[in-house]
């Protein structure tokens, strides 16, 4: 009987700690909501700065910077790392950040969030790309430009289900695509003076679903369920319908 | 004898004319402070026309649009269909920013500067890092400011690091410098 009683015990504490170790399961994006809203922002594919796990990362062409953000106010410098390939984007998911460079993408482990380490290069021909990821795949544009002109204009479907080893599983012709973004089961990229929507619900073969014209579109935030472009005159806000579609909501001139 | 005087004389004026007809152009000038500088320079200001946007950051309600190499104007973007303008705050040389709570992360062609926008009319800098200080900004102008130059040549005066850090460039009316960036 008093066996039977601590069991019981055992199994009730044990209870009690997997729930607590579920509470304690944070979202893995960087924004994280508290109850006033979010305690960081979002900025598009483009950023070169990124916080993630209470850290600062600027990307420049040849440094990873990083700063500790325990005191907000006064960011502390806890290092720079050498990068190669031209660095151009920076994008954070859970513990790893996306690097879009010249020559591909940098990945980097940031469990240790002061000194990233590491993991992996997704090498493709010499563009200019910005990267998103959702779950176990990532999305980089490549496009020919300035300083990129050997390169391709398409967008790459990375497998990153094993980080350490990247590969391409898929690659789709595009016009001269920019900056994108991921709301749900969409990707949105700014594609040649549009915006195309594809759907990603088969995430390794994004299917093209429809596109608005957006004339010099470079880049995309997506809150809620709104998309904010940003373009050569100034910045167009969408409602994004279940379908996918975009409704012009206000432009900002 | 008197006449040959007077093309004498003309002589050195003409040359002393043509030495001193170096060509003028319009060149990028470094602008040389201190990091305590930088307090009086980042303000908020009335909201300001877009004009040459870069990037967009989303905080909350907050709409951010970088001028580039300027600074950011601010929107109240509670009602997307009507974003309403706010403020512009000056940050020379910016580019991106990233934010936490209630403050702004930016660069600046000197660093990192914080800053705190939790009365957006009152902002202040609460800390600014020059460990962040690309070595290049120091020694030639960015690309932000060079990007719309279509000539093959981009003078700009030669920098002078006795003078300090380098904490903005202005395009100004100058002698034909000898440092110059292909374009």
Partial sequence: MKIRYQLFALIFLAAMFIGCSEDGTSPVNSTSQTSGGSTTGSGGSLARFTIANDYLYIATDHQLYSYSLSNAAQPEYTGAIPLFGGVETIFAMGDHLFLGTQNGVLIYNISNAATPQFVSNYVHITSCDPVVVKGVHAYATLRTGQQCWRGANQLDVINISTISNPYNEKSIDLENPIGLGIYQNYLFICDNDKIKCFDISTPESPSYKSQTPLLGCYDVILKNNTLLAVHSSGVSQYSISPAGVLTLLSTIK | ?183
């Fill in chain 2, 1 to 183: 004898m008197k006449k040959n005087t007077w093309i004498l004389l003309l002589f050195i004026v003409l040359a002393s004319c043509t030495e001193q007809d170096i060509e003028q152009i319009v060149g990028l000038r470094p602008v040389y402070g201190t990091l305590a500088d930088f307090n009086a320079i980042i303000k908020s200001e009335q909201p300001k026309e877009l004009n040459n946007i870069g990037k967009i950051y989303v905080f909350n309600e907050l709409l951010f649009i970088n001028e580039v190499g300027k600074g950011v104007h601010v929107y109240d973007n509670t009602d997307q269909t009507a974003p309403k303008p706010l403020q512009f705050i000056t940050i020379p040389g910016n580019i991106d920013i990233a934010i936490k709570e209630q403050f702004i992360y930016a660069d600046l062609s000197a660093g990192l500067v914080t800053i705190d926008i939790s009365d957006l009319n009152n902002i202040n800098v609460t800390h600014l890092d020059n460990r962040y200080l690309s070595s290049a900004s120091q020694q030639k102008p960015p690309s932000s400011l060079t990007d719309d130059i279509v000539s093959n040549r981009i003078y700009f005066e030669c920098v002078d690091q006795n003078k300090g850090i380098i904490i903005n460039w202005e395009k100004v009316q100058m002698p034909k410098p000898s440092c110059y960036l292909i374009n």
